[in-house]
């Protein structure tokens, strides 16, 4: 065996969008009992302690149940020490370097259905990796260990559902993220375009719109991440507030869909208005290249910002006096923050290259717990009488039907429907399937009813759409359904009206692909 390539190159990686919400980002991925969110989210496995001496051994920890095993193969396909019989792994050499194909089976039952029972899912997933060798003779041997500390091998579940685990997370990266080992400096800050205002205008058509607030661009000298603040105060404007807090963007094209999680940089400022006291907080990522350790560092500094100030006072209110023109801006073009650093936490291996950790959402919602939901449900049927047309009589009574369905499409969207029935003799018929109408731009594969007004059965089929997973996968659920739901009907103008307790329909037949 040759000695070893190149070594994989290490890339730090940073979040392109802020944080939404008050409170920072959790460091931890994924909460306790996730079996199920991860397995739909993240099925891989981590290998580590790889070594080549007589045999091929190494730790393989399955990322969703956390679970390792001690892997041992004497050759390519003899490998054993799997934790269970589910559990195969296969190897095949290459040039400096060793193919890992891993199989592997699980099971969870941390959701619950509507019943409140234990959901139990079984899911089988397989992957693979290649292992870049670093090798030494020792004697006569050749001893081999992996380039890097750590490997992870991504997955792809075949069951419940066939679906690819989501491609390394884009966050920003830059060439000249430092290493952990250069922050043991302090660090400090550039604060870029400072702007405070108060404008106090009461006279809206004698200046800009009354309000106050912050501007500024911040550097972290250390990392090189830049975020923009753009803070906005309430309140009285003569009366500044002592403390003021919000938290800054990575930059001005962000995603409000796309929820907090480890690997965004987050950023928080609290002003004093009356002092001009500034305090900023900030987390922001570092690593180490060959172990693939992943770091989140706090900092934090307070100082006085030194700003030139001008006020207008344009002496004019609106009609009778009341209130007054004062605009005040203060600016400084550049201020460098010297800080600490308040803690450092290293994260899951991978942990910052994995999509953001979800509880739930419309693909592993509608998979545990499907559900039909109608309400504001009506019937109305006016009595038309007879009439003669092409020498046949005919009824022209008619039946009018609306609800509100809700799905798990759309995230819990509810969506509306309103079906016309008309020649009908008494009530709609238990025989004939209806399509549903819906509200313009949902994706609906299918909808469709049929309503039994003898029996007060009202069946379902219903499709829905799912795109919340990797790639945007495409999945579809279909579900057929009946109730009775309460009724109580009434005379009305000659004909009847009918309305309906809202009812929870579970999917008495349900597939997914």
């Known amino acids: ?36 969110d991860k397995s739909f989210s993240i099925p891989s496995w981590v290998i580590s302690e790889f070594s080549i001496r007589d045999t091929v ?54 959701k619950k259905t509507l019943e409140g029972e234990p959901k139990i899912l079984h899911f089988k997933a397989n992957g693979n990796a290649t292992i870049s060798l670093d090798c030494k003779s ?36 830059s060439s000249n993220t430092p290493t952990c080992r250069a922050l043991e400096a302090p660090p400090s800050w550039e604060l870029k375009s400072i702007e405070y205002y108060n404008n106090t205008v009461g006279n809206m058509w004698a200046g800009p719109q009354k309000g106050r607030g912050m501007t500024m661009d ?33 930059d001005a094209y962000l995603s409000s869909q796309e929820p907090a999680g480890p690997g965004q940089l987050w950023t928080e400022l609290t002003f004093d208005e009356t002092t001009y006291d500034i305090t900023l907080k900030q987390r922001w990522y570092c690593g180490e290249p060959k172990s693939l350790k992943i770091f989140t560092v706090n900092g934090a500094s307070t100082a006085r910002l030194p700003l030139n100030c001008t006020i207008y006072d344009a002496g004019v209110g609106l009609p009778g ?25 290293e994260m899951p291996p991978f942990a910052i290259q994995d ?51 809700h799905t798990l499409q759309e995230y819990l969207t509810p969506v509306t429907r309103q079906i016309d029935i008309s020649d009908i003799p008494e009530a709609p018929s238990a025989s004939v ?24 059965k009202l069946e379902i089929h219903e499709d829905w759409l799912c795109l919340d997973k ?23 103008d000659g004909g009847q009206v009918c309305t309906f307790e809202p009812v929870t329909i579970e999917p008495e037949k349900f597939e997914f692909h």
């Open 355 to 405: 999509p953001y950790p979800t509880t739930g959402g419309c693909s592993v919602d509608s998979i545990v717990a499907p559900y039909i939901r109608i309400d504001e449900a009506k019937l109305n049927i006016t009595s038309g009488g007879v009439s003669v047309k092409a020498e046949s009589e005919e009824d022209t009574s008619q039946a009018t039907i609306s609800f509100s369905l």
């Open 218 to 250: 911040i550097v972290n000298s250390a990392s090189g991440d830049s975020a923009q603040c753009r803070l906005y105060f309430t309140g009285d404007a003569f009366e500044p507030a002592a403390e003021r807090n919000d938290q800054c963007w990575r």
């Open 138 to 173: 020792e004697g006569n041997a050749q001893i081999c260990s992996s380039a890097q500390d750590v490997d992870l091998v991504r997955g792809a579940l075949t069951e419940p559902i066939q679906l690819e685990m989501s491609p390394p997370a884009k966050r920003a990266t």
């Open 433 to 456: 399937w209806y399509n549903c109408s819906y509200i313009q731009g949902y994706r609906i594969p299918k909808c469709e009813f049929r309503y039994d007004y003898g029996a007060n």
């Open 321 to 345: 006096g009341a209130g007054r023109d004062i605009r005040t801006s203060c600016t400084n073009a550049s201020v460098t923050l010297n800080g600490e650093v308040i803690s450092r936490e």
């Open 57 to 110: 051994s190494f730790t393989l920890t399955n990322r969703v149940t956390e679970v390792s095993s001690s892997i041992s193969c004497q050759d390519h396909s003899n490998c054993t020490g799997g934790s269970t019989s589910d559990l195969k792994v296969i190897l095949q050499a290459g040039e400096n370097n060793v193919r890992v194909t891993v199989q592997d089976a699980w099971t969870c039952q941390d």
């Open 1 to 36: 065996m040759a000695y070893p390539f190149s070594r994989a190159l290490y890339l730090i990686l940073a979040v392109v969008t802020g944080v939404s919400g008050a409170e920072k980002p959790p460091t931890s991925l994924w909460p306790v009992d996730a079996c199920t």
């Open 470 to 492: 990797a790639n945007n996968r495409e999945i579809v659920f279909n579900s057929t359904g009946s109730a009775s739901p309460r009724r109580e009907c009434s005379k009305s």
